[in-house]
């Protein structure tokens, strides 16, 4: 009996062994941010390995530029970014983008996880864009956070001109606040629940306002995109469920962020996860298009771009769609995308 049981012990063990074996291993990469946290959710529920991956996840960067320099070196084969794709593709690295980890499929506005933080002292005004005039304000150059800044300036019928822009990254900007070396910063969450918290008497400018829509994409070369459909497919699956689990936890999701983002604490990951998952949607749609391009032409209209691309050679839809077809059990707590938002493989978007 128990060499019956020592074989059967053998044999499961050789088993397990091979399944490990089979798993595809995947380089994945994401930025400090708390919108970005479904990635090491997916690594520590086991959806990565249920949907047959072994990722692993290079050490969280403090911006999407840095994570493509990462991509660009091989140090990862898939990132998390928006805005700084924009940049890369124009500098000539051939990106595709292929999901969301953040946006919306639904509408056009989204920005719930993005702020606008004050010093007490700096003469803004909680709620009244036109006192930035004359302020210095933090922003990550060429990341949604300036993309952010300037749309707020823009609402308030001021121009880049009318303001002192810093390019600081988000974890820097707390401390430049508090040693007053800014007026405010412009910021993805937990940056400005931190601030909000550590610096004395800091103000919530303003909080979101669908003034942008958010770009967060799931971004690869073409040639590993080219070479590696079928596990892309599984990686998007294995994401998408550990949005939904997010979605439907998020204060255990608070928890695995305080893992994945130095610093972090628990009560503020868990504000910051209020935020996060009405904007937790990895499906695509002409929204999400709509948002690249429309990105783009802001900064290109504001002088900070010098040329631009069509949006249409730098999102792959099908292997999301392909997901969205597969497990429609991964969306169903989501809003239907509407009938003129939605798309099919071969899809192209016109402005």
């Known amino acids: 009996m128990f060499k019956r049981a020592l074989l059967f012990g053998c044999a499961m063990l050789m088993a397990v062994g091979v399944q490990a074996q089979n798993l595809v291993k995947v380089k994945a990469g994401m930025v400090t941010g708390i919108d970005q946290v479904g990635l090491p959710i997916a690594l520590e529920r086991g959806f990565f390995e249920k949907y ?12 999407g530029v840095d994570a493509l320099n990462a991509l660009q070196a091989g140090e990862s084969e898939i990132v998390q970014v928006g805005v700084p794709m924009i940049g890369a593709v124009l500098r000539g690295m051939d990106l595709v983008a292929l999901g969301n980890y ?10 719930a996880t993005m702020a606008l933080i004050a010093r ?28 952010y800044a300037l749309a707020l300036l823009e609402k308030a019928g001021l121009t880049p001109n009318d303001v002192t822009l810093v390019n600081t990254p988000p974890p820097d900007m ?19 629940i931190v601030a909000i918290k550590d610096v004395p ?12 829509s958010y770009l967060g994409f799931n971004v690869a070369t073409r040639a590993w995109v080219e070479k590696n459909g079928e596990t892309i497919e599984k990686f998007l699956a294995a994401v998408s469920e550990a949005d939904k689990w ?3 936890n998020p204060k255990q999701a608070a928890q695995v962020a305080t893992r994945w983002i130095p610093g ?34 802001t900064l ?9 691309f069509d949006v249409n050679k730098h999102i792959e839809p099908k292997h999301m769609l392909a997901v969205m077809q597969k497990y429609p059990q991964l969306f169903s707590d989501l809003p239907a995308i509407p009938a003129d938002a939605a798309i099919g493989p071969g899809y192209q978007f016109k402005p």
């Open 52 to 63: 047959g991956l072994d990722v692993t996840i290079a050490r969280p960067y403090a911006t």
């Open 102 to 111: 953040s946006g919306n499929a639904t509408k056009m506005g989204s920005d």
């Open 120 to 147: 007490a002292d700096s003469g803004i005004v909680k709620g009244d864009l036109k006192s930035l005039k004359g302020k210095k304000i933090a922003a990550s150059f060429g990341t949604i956070n300036h993309l």
């Open 174 to 192: 707390t401390v430049a606040l508090l040693s007053k070396g800014i007026d405010a910063f412009s910021a993805w969450d937990p940056w400005p």
């Open 201 to 212: 008497g800091a103000i919530e400018v303003i909080r979101g306002g669908d003034v942008i």
């Open 246 to 248: 997010m979605r439907a």
């Open 264 to 297: 972090l604490k628990q009560e503020i990951a868990e504000a910051a996860m209020e935020f996060n998952i009405q904007q937790a949607d990895r499906r695509l749609s002409a929204n999400n298009y709509r948002a690249l391009h429309v990105a783009q032409e």
């Open 300 to 308: 290109h209209k504001l002088g900070f771009l010098k040329s631009t």
